[in-house]
């Protein structure tokens, strides 16, 4: 069964940073691309990032560019997202989610979320 | 940019009606359009994937269909467990608005 959990969410500062994580398991991590999708309170689904199977390539919504970077640990089947000159509008939940062999950026899994608050 | 309109916003039905939702690109997606399901607090769940396949697990009442550029999901007779917020995204470019805006589908 596939398992994706977020940690890492919290309390930050404008301006400030930090460091969200996805532990996967339940199946071949380093054969697919993965994605961080966000939703602020209340509002709708944004897709944040994505990161092919190998980590040679990465992909950032105009939103998040040369703020964020994702990154993929393939030895720890870990996904992760640094987070820099965070905004007040990066507050959301934070979901990671995989694609569905053979589709790219169509996600049958997703974590359960890790909550992000940018406030001072 | 690729723009998607989803619409209604919300809409109220009652056990057993059957409803649509539309989502229209801006551009030509092809059948790259895919529906979610998502609960309060919940993750989204994967209902429809490329326009009109039905993703494992997912009950037959729901169907999605595609005319050109714009995409409609269908889900006959509703029960209890379908009352949730939709959300169409196109998977065609990362360019644009990937989601819908969502329909939250509520009890009449």
């Known amino acids: 069964e596939v398992q994706l959990l977020e940690f890492g969410g919290d309390l930050a500062q404008p301006g400030g940073s930090l460091r969200l994580s996805c532990a996967a398991s339940?199946?071949?991590?380093?054969?697919?691309?993965m994605n961080w999708v966000r939703q602020a309170p209340g509002k709708g689904l944004e897709w944040v990032s994505a990161?092919?199977?190998?980590?040679?390539?990465?992909y950032y919504a105009d939103s998040v560019k040369g703020r964020f970077t994702i990154s993929r640990d393939q030895s720890k089947n870990t996904l992760d997202l640094q987070m820099n000159s965070l905004r007040a509008e990066d507050t959301a939940v934070y979901f990671c989610?995989?694609?569905?062999?053979?589709?790219?950026?169509?996600?049958?899994?997703w974590g359960q979320g890790t909550l992000v608050t940018v406030s001072s | 940019d690729i723009q998607m309109t989803q619409s209604p916003s919300s809409l109220s039905a009652s056990v057993g009606d059957r409803v649509t939702i539309t989502c229209r690109a801006s551009?030509?997606?092809?059948?790259?359009l895919n529906w979610y399901q998502q609960k309060p607090g919940k993750a989204p769940k994967l209902l429809i994937y490329?326009?009109?396949s039905l993703q494992s697990g997912v009950p037959s009442r729901f169907s999605g269909s595609r005319s050109g550029t714009d995409f409609t999901l269908t889900i006959n007779s509703l029960q209890p467990e379908d009352f949730a917020t939709y959300y169409c995204?196109?998977?065609?470019?990362?360019?644009?608005?990937?989601f819908g805006q969502g329909t939250k589908l509520e009890i009449k």
């Open positions: 989610a995989k694609p569905k062999s053979g589709y790219s950026y169509v996600f049958d899994s």
């Open positions: 339940g199946f071949s991590f380093s054969s697919y691309a």
């Open positions: 990161i092919s199977s190998s980590g040679g390539d990465t």
């Open positions: 551009q030509s997606i092809s059948t790259y």
């Open positions: 490329a326009a009109s």
């Open positions: 995204q196109q998977s065609y470019s990362l360019r644009g608005d990937t």
